[in-house]
């Protein structure tokens, strides 16, 4: 699992370079990619994490698409303005809102962490 660990670092640097990219000077199709390739590197690097790490096929399965999710904004970042664009936006929105329900549903089934702070502290 060694190799994996390039994925959410090329993605951090990529990143970096996106935000680097709104610097006067920077031509404007250097940043037009820039966009989409963290995006595309978190999600593909997620996916092959949960390959390797084998969740439960219910759990696996909202990890994958939170990984095509992210895969699909990269995409429309690339998409020229239009209704493909649009729709394909439409459903990463659907997608981010399913998997924070789904998060917020696990979060409230389980117990409540005890803070390890003293009061007062």
């Not at 978190?42 to 790490?53: H, I, N, P, S, T």
């Amino acid at each position: 699992m060694p190799g994996l660990r390039i994925f959410p670092i090329l993605s951090v640097l990529f990143a970096g370079a996106l935000l680097a990219s709104n610097f006067p000077k920077v031509p404007a199709t250097l940043h037009f990619y820039l966009c989409a390739v963290p995006l595309a590197l978190a999600g593909a690097g997620y996916a092959l994490l949960q390959v390797f790490l084998k969740p439960p096929r219910t759990t696996l399965l909202k990890r994958l698409l939170l990984a095509a999710t992210f895969m699909m904004w990269a995409v429309d970042q690339l998409l020229p303005p239009g209704h493909s664009a649009t729709v394909l936006g439409d459903v990463v929105i659907a997608a981010y809102v399913l998997d924070l329900y789904w998060l917020a549903q696990e979060q409230l089934s389980s117990p409540p962490v005890q803070s390890t702070k003293s009061e007062g502290s």
